[in-house]
């Protein structure tokens, strides 16, 4: 065995402490897997005060990830800190010292990551980020190198779990918006401020990484289109139920005629999906491509374990080329500047639900508006309100027609008289063959 490799730990909270307690309950077995000793030469976190544990255990703490980044007894550096400053800058300063990284941060990878890439090959040095999608489930390396041989088609993925827990809770238990939020925070499973995750920024950031992957092109989080689940109630879970769906926060990436198609929106998928039996804090993401057919990838996708199962690998995968004196795979060639499909041009399939007056002819101009757009309704089911009792709730779903018309639709409805409130849209995944 040649000396030992030195890694930088650059944050130690939940995937920090993972990977520690990996990285030392292992070592004996990491060091015969890579062929060489793994050694933690220093961590870095805001608040070292708090860590005297750790470093009366001798571990070197500092408040200072920039110095551990391009110290010169640190060859891998572990960015585990998160949110894009300073990480982006210690990611840059050590690939730019020739070091390799490993890093589980989504959003430097969504928004910096072909530029790190290239720095990264241009050093001689690797960038690894197999836990920045899916927590433990292993989708980078898949489409790396498992799939490469495959021409793409789509990408069907749950890749929050937030998300995915709040909309099992309202699904299954009738749980309110605000009910299902309070209980994801009070087990952990939500921030306090859950905006990136109910307004579905990260699944966009995790969605790009993907995408860019899997079609071999430039894309960023401002690529993909984006809607949260802020505006659905339990009456909207009971509605989709009854018309034999299930909703589901899903993010899609496709090649179509158009471009690439890349949503992360609240979506009815039918209840024999693989994805609507995808419950509580689980991930997954199914692959479409030519030569395999559809492969479907399902697993935790948070939490210390799963996470620092896909970290740890990475750090391995680095260990044993740095060991072995492998250079690091060259990058595959990508399109810089992919077109992208405009979403009005897509043809899907929607589920309104409106709050009308309960008067006659209401529905009678409704369709009016409908058949103005030549946009056709599929199915419409009217409900007392649960509040108003002047009002009902209207569902309306529609034939598939481009989600343009539907925009047409919902600003002549905003503008009638007989609608109170457009309270919620949706697509359908079962919509229609854009490919
Ligand atoms: N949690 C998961 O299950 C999960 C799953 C997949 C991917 N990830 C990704 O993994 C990364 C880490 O997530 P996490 O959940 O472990 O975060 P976390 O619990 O908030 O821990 C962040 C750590 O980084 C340290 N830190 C933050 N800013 C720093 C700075 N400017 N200087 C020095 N240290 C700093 C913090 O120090 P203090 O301890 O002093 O606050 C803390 O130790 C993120 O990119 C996240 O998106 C997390």
């Given at each position: 065995m040649g000396e030992s490799l030195g890694i930088g730990l650059l944050g130690l909270g939940v995937v920090g402490r993972g990977v520690l307690e990996a990285l030392q309950s292992n070592a004996q077995a990491y060091q015969a897997r890579c062929g060489r000793q793994l050694e933690i030469r220093a961590a870095a976190v805001r608040n070292v005060a708090a860590r005297a544990d750790l470093e009366s255990s001798g571990l070197a703490i500092s408040d200072d990830p920039m110095g551990i980044s391009t110290r010169?007894?640190?060859d891998i550096v572990v960015e585990?800190?998160?949110?894009e400053e300073p990480a982006a800058d210690c990611i840059e300063a050590a690939l730019s010292a020739g070091k390799s990284v490993v890093t589980a941060n989504k959003e430097v990878m969504a928004k910096r990551g072909p530029t790190l890439l290239d720095l990264a090959e241009a050093r001689a040095a690797e960038l690894r980020y197999e836990a920045s999608v899916g927590g433990g489930i292993p989708i980078i390396g898949v489409l790396q190198?498992?799939?490469?041989a495959n021409d793409v088609s789509s990408i069907r993925a749950i890749i929050n779990g937030t998300t995915n827990y709040m909309i099992t809770a309202m699904s299954r238990d009738g749980m309110s918006y605000d009910d299902a939020l309070a209980e994801a925070q009070r087990l952990g499973y939500a921030e306090a401020d859950p905006t990136s995750d109910v307004d579905g920024i990260d699944a966009a950031y995790k969605l790009a990484i993907l995408a860019s992957l899997a079609f071999h092109s430039q894309v960023g989080p401002g690529d993909v289109h984006r809607d949260g689940i802020?505006?659905?109630?339990?009456r909207d879970f009971a509605h989709a139920r009854d018309l034999g769906y299930t909703i589901r926060m899903l993010a899609t990436a496709r090649q179509t005629p158009m471009g690439l198609d890349l949503r992360v929106h609240p979506t009815l998928v039918p209840?024999?999906?693989?994805?609507?039996?995808?419950?509580?804090v689980l991930n997954a993401v199914a692959v479409s491509g030519d030569l395999i057919g559809s492969v479907v990838l399902e697993g935790p996708g948070a939490g210390a374990g799963a996470t620092s199962s896909a970290v740890v690998a990475d750090i391995l995968e680095v260990a044993g080329r740095l060991a072995s004196r492998q250079s690091a795979r060259p990058l595959p060639p990508i399109d810089q500047s992919p077109v992208f499909a405009s979403l009005a041009d897509i043809c899907v399939r929607t589920y309104l639900r409106l709050e009308v007056p309960d008067r006659a002819g209401v529905l009678a101009e409704l369709g009016a508006v409908f058949a103005a757009e030549g946009v056709s309704i599929a199915s419409v089911l009217q409900t007392p309100h649960p509040e108003q009792s002047q009002s009902a709730d209207l569902i309306v779903t529609t034939h598939a027609c481009s989600d343009g018309a539907i925009d047409r639709v919902l600003d002549r409805l905003q503008r009638s008289d007989s609608v109170i409130e457009l309270g919620v849209r949706l697509r359908i995944e079962d919509g229609c063959d854009n490919d």
């Amino acid at each position: 065995m040649g000396e030992s490799l030195g890694i930088g730990l650059l944050g130690l909270g939940v995937v920090g402490r993972g990977v520690l307690e990996a990285l030392q309950s292992n070592a004996q077995a990491y060091q015969a897997r890579c062929g060489r000793q793994l050694e933690i030469r220093a961590a870095a976190v805001r608040n070292v005060a708090a860590r005297a544990d750790l470093e009366s255990s001798g571990l070197a703490i500092s408040d200072d990830p920039m110095g551990i980044s391009t110290r010169d007894d640190v060859d891998i550096v572990v960015e585990l800190m998160g949110g894009e400053e300073p990480a982006a800058d210690c990611i840059e300063a050590a690939l730019s010292a020739g070091k390799s990284v490993v890093t589980a941060n989504k959003e430097v990878m969504a928004k910096r990551g072909p530029t790190l890439l290239d720095l990264a090959e241009a050093r001689a040095a690797e960038l690894r980020y197999e836990a920045s999608v899916g927590g433990g489930i292993p989708i980078i390396g898949v489409l790396q190198r498992d799939l490469q041989a495959n021409d793409v088609s789509s990408i069907r993925a749950i890749i929050n779990g937030t998300t995915n827990y709040m909309i099992t809770a309202m699904s299954r238990d009738g749980m309110s918006y605000d009910d299902a939020l309070a209980e994801a925070q009070r087990l952990g499973y939500a921030e306090a401020d859950p905006t990136s995750d109910v307004d579905g920024i990260d699944a966009a950031y995790k969605l790009a990484i993907l995408a860019s992957l899997a079609f071999h092109s430039q894309v960023g989080p401002g690529d993909v289109h984006r809607d949260g689940i802020r505006t659905l109630t339990a009456r909207d879970f009971a509605h989709a139920r009854d018309l034999g769906y299930t909703i589901r926060m899903l993010a899609t990436a496709r090649q179509t005629p158009m471009g690439l198609d890349l949503r992360v929106h609240p979506t009815l998928v039918p209840t024999e999906d693989p994805m609507a039996g995808v419950e509580g804090v689980l991930n997954a993401v199914a692959v479409s491509g030519d030569l395999i057919g559809s492969v479907v990838l399902e697993g935790p996708g948070a939490g210390a374990g799963a996470t620092s199962s896909a970290v740890v690998a990475d750090i391995l995968e680095v260990a044993g080329r740095l060991a072995s004196r492998q250079s690091a795979r060259p990058l595959p060639p990508i399109d810089q500047s992919p077109v992208f499909a405009s979403l009005a041009d897509i043809c899907v399939r929607t589920y309104l639900r409106l709050e009308v007056p309960d008067r006659a002819g209401v529905l009678a101009e409704l369709g009016a508006v409908f058949a103005a757009e030549g946009v056709s309704i599929a199915s419409v089911l009217q409900t007392p309100h649960p509040e108003q009792s002047q009002s009902a709730d209207l569902i309306v779903t529609t034939h598939a027609c481009s989600d343009g018309a539907i925009d047409r639709v919902l600003d002549r409805l905003q503008r009638s008289d007989s609608v109170i409130e457009l309270g919620v849209r949706l697509r359908i995944e079962d919509g229609c063959d854009n490919d």
